[in-house]
């Protein structure tokens, strides 16, 4: 099914992933009471309504993080929770000027004037914390404090279906990519920390590119970050969106592959890795 260029995919019996034109996904989490959109994509289009189609029940939303292509289209909704430590992040990405930028060069949009941009929230934020649970009825969701790729980043574990939400935390190619990201070796203490629930779920998705990965993409980052840390990685130079910035792991000629075949690799910016 497609409308307003989103399209979705049911994947359990309480979740839905959401996939806007660009090819971000969110997710929707539908309990008998209530239900969660973790993340609301770019919001090219009218992401509330759209929701309205697949759930009856009222609607909350849980932002991961505060990056524009997770948090378009937020402003549509009343009730929206962000960790704190994001802040920061959110007051620079959705100042005019970065905004502007944003939808001239990431989204390709034909914009004279701000106000065309797919609103994003505007309100007092909700706070979201480490272990805060939602218990939606029938379906919880714990929220888990993954600092690294923003100083705010959370996972999302759906505990009664054994699934976990990565989101931008841990991934094919996470991105330590700004002043607001952490250094490796905080990153590293992140990623042991997500390492403690690693008993409780059995699927992890994604929000970019193939949306899910094998439970052992949280060790090959772990991997990644202590060979930075050693000095022992491949140190690729990448430019990415104006950062001088280095790949952990060289990739096959013309791919997003690492040479090994194994998934999870790190970006990260040579002033900070210790
Ligand atoms: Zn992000
Ligand atoms: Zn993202």
């Known amino acids: 099914m497609s409308n307003y260029g989103y399209t979705h995919e049911k994947l359990s019996p309480h979740l839905w992933r959401i996939i806007d034109r660009t090819g971000v ?35 909350f939303v849980v932002l991961t993080h505060a990056h524009l292509d997770h948090m378009g289209s937020s402003g549509l909704f009343e009730e929206v929770y962000l ?23 990431r989204l390709k949009l034909q914009v004279s004037d701000i106000s ?34 923003t100083p705010g980043m959370m996972c999302a574990l759906l505990k009664e279906e054994r699934i976990i939400i990565f989101g931008d935390a841990c991934g094919v ?30 699927v992890v998705y994604r929000n970019h590119g193939t949306f899910t990965s094998p439970k052992e993409l949280l060790d090959h980052v772990i991997e990644c970050c202590d060979l930075v840390l050693a000095g022992k990685d491949d140190h690729v130079p990448i430019k990415l969106y104006g950062h001088d910035l280095f790949l952990c ?5 013309g791919t997003h592959e690492r040479m090994d075949g194994k998934e999870g690799n790190l970006l990260y910016l040579p002033e900070k890795v210790k």
């Open 249 to 253: 792991h060289q990739l096959k000629p």
């Open 116 to 149: 065309e941009l797919p609103p994003v929230y505007a309100g007092e934020f909700r706070p979201l914390r480490d272990g805060q649970c939602f218990d939606l009825g029938g379906i919880t969701i714990e929220m888990i404090s993954v600092k690294g790729h």
């Open 173 to 202: 190619a996470v991105m330590l990519m700004d002043e607001f990201s952490s250094n490796v070796s905080e990153y590293r203490q992140s990623l042991l920390h997500l390492k403690e629930y690693e008993d409780q779920y059995d």
């Open 83 to 105: 960790n704190r430590e994001d802040l920061p992040v959110y007051r620079f990405k959705t100042s005019t000027e970065h905004r502007l930028s944003d939808a001239r060069n």
């Open 25 to 59: 996904c969110c997710y929707l989490v539908e309990g008998t009471e209530k239900a969660c959109l973790l993340d609301t994509t770019n919001g090219l289009g009218d992401i509330k309504e759209y929701v309205q189609r697949l759930t009856d029940r009222p609607v």
